[in-house]
Structure formats: structure tokens, C-alpha cells
């Protein structure tokens, strides 16, 4: 089974400033998809990037770019230009791109709480 | 506008009782999962559902149970027997197979709390 491990319960940011959230993750599949997921207070799940494994160049959505680093199971979330409205818990999510093992949906990390200072 | 519509926002259940959770989709999205969510976790799976009139069960299963008589529709029905419901819940879908990196999304969630 997969695991998703995100070490940081809580960060804390100045408005404008660059943050950056850790996700691990273990796996011994070679082919498999990373998400980083939003949730603002209202608690709906919001997509932020996603990130296929057979991609060597990281994904990138405007302020928000990934690092992922294959061997290293790793798969952090950058946040440039910090605003007020990133303020919210991100989750790290892993997916196998194989759905014979009989296994689907995402396999979640216990999240990361965002403070945006202003 | 397509998504995906839970209801209801906010539900109460005495103890004993069963409840349904109701989770509709008009993205013509094959597969539909439920998803619960207690505080200080990730979202753990309780059952997803690839096709129509199939389902199986994720890693939290006990004490729910599942129907997937329509493509559009997959209620979650919390029993008597899951002795700790209290939670928000979270229903998603996706198009069919995982080998294209089918993006999961969510709706926008329903409370439970047990009175």
C-alpha cells in the first residue's frame, strides 16, 4: 500500500514572500500521478497542480510549482508571491495509474496549514 | 454549470439510526468515490464505484454502505453500525481508468454529527 507523508503540520508566510510545503511519499509503483490539493475554510477540495511520474520537467500553474524528485520520492508544492487568499490546508495526494490491483482513489497526507501574514 | 451537488450541507443523526447522504454528478464521470474526513487527518476512502451497478469498498468500509443504480448518483448511507459517523464527508468523481491521470474533484462536502 501507498503512504503519503506530509511533515509539516503548519507553515507560516509573509504576504509576497515565497513558501515551500513537503510531501514524501513511498510507493513500489514506477507509474503513478501526485496532486496538491487545496482546502480554504469553506472545505471544499480545490485541485492545484498535478504531476505525472513518467515527467521528468515539474509542473507548473502560474504562482504554483511542484519539485518532484522520483528517486527520492519527494514532491514538494512552491508558492510564489504569496497572497491572502493561498491561506488554507494543503494536502499532498497520490494516485496509481493502474487500476488492475483491483485499488482506486487517492491516497491522502494528513495536510499542511498555511498562514499567510499580511 | 457541471459538478458535483452534495446534500445535504449539514445532517443530524440519533444514535440508532441509519442516514443517506446524497451525491450527484453531471460531469458524465464514470467512477464516483466517498471520502470522510476527520479533523487533524487527510481524507481516508470509504467506497468508490468504477461503473454503474459496481462498487467496492476503500479502507474505512465498516458500518457504510453504497448504491450505484444511475451513473450520475452514488448515496452514501451511514448505519447503526459505524459507531463513531461524526465527520465531514466528501464525495468525488473522475472519468473512468487511472491510466491517463484522471483528475479526481470534489463537491463541496456534507456534515454529520451524531446527537
Known amino acids: 500500500a501507498q503512504t503519503v507523508t506530509q511533515s509539516q503540520p503548519e507553515m507560516s508566510v509573509q504576504e509576497a514572500e515565497t513558501v515551500t510545503l513537503s510531501c514524501t511519499y513511498d510507493t513500489s509503483e514506477s507509474d503513478y500521478y501526485l496532486f496538491w490539493y487545496k482546502q480554504p475554510p469553506s472545505r471544499q477540495m480545490i485541485l492545484v497542480i498535478r504531476q505525472e511520474a513518467y515527467k521528468q520537467q515539474n509542473a507548473t500553474e502560474n504562482r504554483f510549482s511542484v519539485n518532484f524528485q522520483k528517486a527520492a520520492k519527494s514532491f514538494s508544492l512552491k508558492i510564489s508571491d504569496s497572497q491572502l487568499g493561498d491561506a488554507a490546508m494543503y494536502f499532498c495526494a497520490y494516485r496509481s495509474a493502474w487500476s488492475g490491483g483491483g485499488a482506486d482513489g487517492l491516497t491522502f497526507g494528513k495536510g499542511t496549514h498555511l498562514i499567510i501574514q499580511p | 454549470d457541471g459538478g458535483i451537488t452534495q446534500s445535504p450541507k449539514y445532517l443530524f443523526r440519533k444514535e440508532g439510526q441509519n442516514v443517506t447522504l446524497s451525491c450527484e454528478q453531471n460531469l458524465n464521470h464514470d467512477a464516483m468515490y466517498w471520502y470522510r474526513q476527520d479533523p487533524g487527518q487527510g481524507l481516508r476512502l470509504i467506497y468508490y464505484?468504477?461503473?454503474?451497478?459496481?462498487?467496492q469498498k476503500g479502507d474505512i468500509a465498516e458500518g457504510y454502505s453504497v448504491s450505484r443504480e444511475k451513473k450520475e448518483s452514488f448515496p452514501l448511507t451511514v448505519t447503526s453500525a459505524q459507531k463513531n459517523p461524526t465527520a465531514f464527508y466528501l464525495c468525488a468523481s473522475s472519468r473512468s481508468g487511472t491510466g491517463v491521470g484522471n483528475t479526481i474533484y470534489f463537491g463541496e462536502g456534507s456534515w454529520l454529527t451524531v446527537v
Open positions: 464505484s468504477q461503473i454503474v451497478n459496481d462498487f
